[in-house]
C-alpha cells in the first residue's frame, strides 16, 4: 500500500482483462470465506483481493465514463447507476 492511502497495484495484475480480474477475485473470496487458509496466506491473498477489486473498479470507473461519451458526447451525461 502507497503511504498516500492509495493501493499500488501489480504489474501482473494490470495485464489481466477485467474478466480474468474478477475471477480470481471471486477465487479469493471463496477461498477466505471457507477459512481454511493459514493466517499468512490470507493476509497474502487479502492484499492481492484488494489490489484486484481496486483494479475492477478502476476499469468499471473507465467503461462508464467511455459509454457517457458514447451515449451523450461526454456532455450533461448522468453516470449509470443513477435514476
Same mark, same amino acid.
Given at each position: @500500500? !502507497?503511504?498516500?492511502? *492509495?493501493?499500488?497495484?501489480?504489474?501482473?495484475? #494490470?495485464?489481466?482483462?477485467?474478466?480474468? !480480474?474478477? !475471477? %480470481?477475485? %471471486?477465487?479469493?473470496? /471463496? #477461498?477466505?470465506?471457507?477459512?481454511?487458509?493459514?493466517?499468512?496466506?490470507?493476509?497474502?491473498?487479502?492484499? #492481492?483481493?484488494?489490489?484486484?477489486?481496486?483494479?475492477?473498479? /478502476?476499469?468499471?470507473?473507465?467503461?462508464? @465514463? #467511455?459509454? /457517457? *461519451?458514447?451515449?451523450?458526447?461526454?456532455?450533461?451525461?448522468?453516470?449509470?447507476? %443513477? /435514476?
Amino acid at each position: @500500500m !502507497a503511504n498516500d492511502g *492509495k493501493i499500488e497495484i501489480a504489474e501482473d495484475i #494490470r495485464e489481466l482483462s477485467f474478466e480474468a !480480474a474478477l !475471477a %480470481e477475485l %471471486e477465487t479469493i473470496v /471463496e #477461498r477466505l470465506e471457507r477459512g481454511d487458509v493459514a493466517l499468512e496466506a490470507s493476509i497474502e491473498i487479502y492484499q #492481492r483481493g484488494s489490489q484486484l477489486r481496486t483494479y475492477c473498479d /478502476e476499469k468499471l470507473r473507465d467503461a462508464q @465514463m #467511455r459509454i /457517457e *461519451k458514447i451515449s451523450d458526447g461526454g456532455t450533461g451525461a448522468q453516470p449509470l447507476d %443513477e /435514476e
